[in-house]
């Protein structure tokens, strides 16, 4: 039997009100986003709450994640959320928690949107990069202009005390033209309880900004390590995920992020028009590979997962390339996100971030097995 879904990634809106330069929807191969409609209607979320409530009754599921997404999903409107949030909350059986979030950029974030937020029990993630200068780089409008003071309004909204509940975390993507430290900081300063850096969408065929694939250099992992050190040395505020789930994986604890790690969990988005899709981040590799030919209203999350592009994504050591089954690291790597491995037509690769990924667990395994040594060493004396 296939791995159940977990989470399901639901696009209410196809458009945004940013344009982003390193967009996996908007600026990469994948064009597929211009035939969508705008809004999915409510027929489609009507047909999406049936499939989560079928999937989550037949594979007796304790918890399901449905994030909604865009495009930018604020743009779908107050009335298209709630209804959504309302009626997959109806549909799903007694003995299924769903967890409701949404992923935004901010700028349409206003106190009633996150009233209506707080009774629907929908958190709230959002989209930044840093600072202003950091930031506004990749995050702009588009007639040029820099997002981050909008952000930063919709920011300090959340954080307000009423509101600060809803608020689930950062999501930051890695440029390494920004001092990384420094985004750090400019991060933590809103008390996000959590940031996710993500590494930019790249392959071997369309390498990511400063990555030769063929050289053995790690210009991300050298990025993220000074962050790696700062965080770990100071006491815990903020969950960093990358970094919190490469420990848990090094002492036997499973990974929370897709990014590292062997057992994932199985996600599925669903388009506006209702299609069926893989995950978004395979929109970077060629035209409609992130597609299925599978649609809501004719298929189950079932038949979804035995599609042999998305059966192949979680089939665990034994879908990775030769090399990787054979690396040390492998149950801590997992081989790196599936769209990191493309080459040509072909997912059997290691992910174009070996050697980033190889140095941080790396860094991260001495660093962490070290203070657990020492913390034995005093409890044996302590007890001797």
Not at 71 to 94: D, F, Q, S
Not at 251 to 263: D, F, M, N, W, Y
Not at 315 to 335: D, E, F, K, M, N
Request: glycine residues 8%; negative net charge; contains cysteine.
């Amino acid at each position: 039997m296939t791995t159940p879904a977990r989470q399901l990634v639901l696009k209410l809106h196809s458009r945004c009100n940013l344009s982003c330069t390193y967009c996996y929807v908007y600026e990469h191969n994948d064009q597929s986003w211009r035939r969508q409609p705008r809004t999915m209607s409510h027929q489609t979320v009507d047909l999406v709450a049936r499939r989560i409530a079928e999937h989550a009754g037949e594979r007796r599921l304790p918890r399901f994640t449905v994030t909604l997404h865009g495009g930018e999903p604020l743009m779908a409107g107050a009335e298209l959320i709630e209804y959504t949030v309302t009626t997959i909350a109806a549909a799903v059986p007694p003995e299924t928690r769903v967890d409701f979030t949404i992923q935004t950029n901010g700028i349409l974030l206003t106190a009633d949107l996150l009233e209506l937020f707080d009774r629907l029990g929908l958190r709230v993630g959002v989209s930044l990069d840093g600072g202003r200068v950091a930031n506004d780089r990749h995050r702009r409008f588009s007639n040029g202009g820099g997002s981050y003071d909008k952000v930063r309004e919709a920011l300090t909204l959340i954080r307000q005390e009423r509101f600060a509940h809803l608020f689930s975390g950062l999501l930051c993507v890695v440029d390494l033209r920004n001092d990384p430290l420094d985004v750090y900081r400019d991060l933590v300063a809103f008390a996000p309880p959590r940031i996710d850096f993500l590494l930019p969408h790249g392959n071997w065929t369309t390498p990511p900004p400063g990555k030769e694939p063929a050289s053995p250099s790690t210009p991300y992992a050298d990025w993220l390590i000074p962050i790696f050190d700062l965080w770990y040395a100071e006491p815990q505020t903020v969950d960093i995920r990358l970094f919190s789930s490469i420990m848990a994986l090094l002492v036997g604890e499973p990974s929370r992020t897709e990014a590292v790690g062997l057992k994932r969990s199985a996600a599925l988005v669903v388009e506006t028009d209702g299609s069926i899709e893989q995950v978004d981040s395979l929109k970077t590799t060629a035209p409609d590979m992130a597609a299925t030919g599978f649609d809501i209203d004719t298929h189950t999350f079932d038949q979804a997962l035995a599609h042999p592009a998305i059966e192949a994504q979680y089939r665990g050591l034994s879908g990775l390339a030769p090399g990787c089954q054979r690396c040390p690291i492998v149950s801590v790597c997992g081989g790196g996100m599936y769209a990191h491995r493309y080459r040509d037509g072909d997912f059997l690769n290691p992910t174009v971030f070996c050697a980033d990924q190889l140095k941080l667990i790396q860094h991260i395994r001495r660093r962490l097995f070290a203070d657990l040594e020492a913390l034995r060493g005093s409890t044996a004396t302590t007890a001797g």
